[in-house]
T-cell receptor, first 115, second 114 residues
Framework: AQKVTQAQTEISVVEKEDVTLDCVYE???????LFWYKQPPSGELVFLIR??????QNEISGRYSWNFQKSTSSFNFTITASQVVDSAVYFC????????????FGKGTSLLVTP | NAGVTQTPKFQVLKTGQSMTLQCAQD?????MSWYRQDPGMGLRLIHY???????DQGEVPNGYNVSRSTTEDFPLRLLSAAPSQTSVYFC?????????????FGQGTRLTVV
């Protein structure tokens, strides 16, 4: 069963629009970690954020913000005032103690920001 | 600081050939892993290791072998390449301290099996 669901396969926005990427996860562990990674067209994987299950505080980093809600098992990612350089594939991932803390990735959301 | 180095970057194999994808890290990380990325599938875990001499299977281990004789190296062996193994392979490492840490990824190896 898919443990991390990113329902949005592709999103297209115009520059300066806000965009939210959804991530829903499934786990029975009480201790787990959630991640977001960015994969630009050049192909490398760039770490964006790590959040543990005991910290539900939302986080803001510049134009990026993350909303973690255990009640809905969601860890959504919002880009404010999007820019062309934000065009990439974004992956949400879950890490659990049960499998040695390996990353379990969603299928990714491809974001295209046009001028 | 080199981080995680994967070689080669590109490889074409014929069906039935074997080869080893190399992965080395210089950060003294205990945890290393291999993923494959296929269109529309995200990244799927092949094998992982929590330290030298210890390896375990991930989600899609069939057709692949690994070993971890040193902390630095974690090679991935394709025993008899098949077209279904055409993919982009990523190696990752992270400090394993009983919890999940940021994983550092290599640049990837694009493998085509014909």
């Amino acid at each position: 069963a898919q443990k991390v669901t990113q329902a949005q396969t592709e999103i297209s926005v115009v520059e300066k629009e806000d965009v939210t990427l959804d991530c829903v996860y499934e786990t029975r562990d009480t201790t787990y970690y959630l991640f977001w990674y960015k994969q630009p067209p050049s192909g490398e994987l760039v770490f964006l954020i790590r959040r543990n299950s005991f910290d539900e505080q939302n986080e803001i980093s510049g134009r990026y913000s993350w909303n973690f809600q255990k009640s809905t098992s969601s860890f959504n990612f919002t880009i404010t005032a999007s820019q062309v350089v934000d065009s990439a594939v974004y992956f949400c991932a879950l890490s659990e103690a049960g499998n040695g803390y390996a990353l379990n990735f969603g299928k990714g959301t491809s974001l295209l920001v046009t001028p | 600081n080199a981080g995680v180095t994967q070689t080669p970057k590109f490889q074409v194999l014929k069906t039935g050939q074997s080869m080893t994808l190399q992965c080395a890290q210089d950060m003294n990380h205990e945890y290393m892993s291999w993923y494959r990325q296929d269109p529309g599938m995200g990244l799927r875990l092949i094998h992982y290791s929590v330290g030298a001499g210890i390896t375990d299977q991930g989600e899609v281990p069939n057709g692949y072998n690994v070993s971890r004789s040193t902390t630095e190296d974690f090679p991935l062996r394709l025993l008899s390449a098949a077209p279904s193994q055409t993919s982009v392979y990523f190696c990752a490492s992270s400090p394993y301290q009983g919890s999940a840490s940021e994983a550092f990824f290599g640049q990837g190896t694009r493998l085509t099996v014909v």
